[in-house]
């Protein structure tokens, strides 16, 4: 089984950037598509980006589409998120999600239940 690491969160300012990573350890990231997700206090999981085995293919939410960016390095076994133009409404715990592929797979997912392993998660806090 894979085990998930993020970092890269903190507080920064509206209209600041911040770049997630999550470390895939116990197998190789290549074997899995992955995601990001958040979820602020009180509200559901919700779905941010998502990124085939390759990276081929991405997807990301409208409410972030234009400011933020996946990415995947398979020879690092990690997974970006690269974000730009924080607002304050992007304030919450960020996850990664791995789901186990088949080797052809250039799918990507974006329901949580999809998922079979998810990080600790990492916050992020943006201020007006």
């Known amino acids: 089984q894979v085990q998930l690491v993020e970092s890269g969160g903190g507080l920064v300012q509206a209209g600041g950037s911040l770049r997630l990573s999550c470390v895939a350890s116990g197998r190789p990231l290549e074997t899995y598509a992955m995601g990001w997700f958040r979820q602020a206090p009180g509200t559901e999981r919700e779905f941010v980006a998502a990124?085939?085995?390759?990276?081929?293919?991405?997807y990301h939410a409208d409410s972030v589409k234009g400011r933020f960016t996946i990415s995947r390095d398979n020879g690092k076994n990690t997974v970006y998120l690269q974000m730009n133009t924080l607002r304050p409404e992007d304030t919450a715990v960020y996850y990664c999600?791995?789901?186990?592929?088949?080797?052809?797979?250039?799918?990507?997912?974006?329901?949580?239940?999809?998922?079979?392993?998810w990080g600790q998660g990492t916050q992020v806090t943006v201020s007006s």
């Open positions: 999600a791995a789901k186990s592929s088949l080797w052809y797979s250039n799918m990507y997912y974006v329901g949580p239940n999809q998922y079979d392993t």
């Open positions: 990124i085939s085995r390759s990276g081929e293919r991405t």
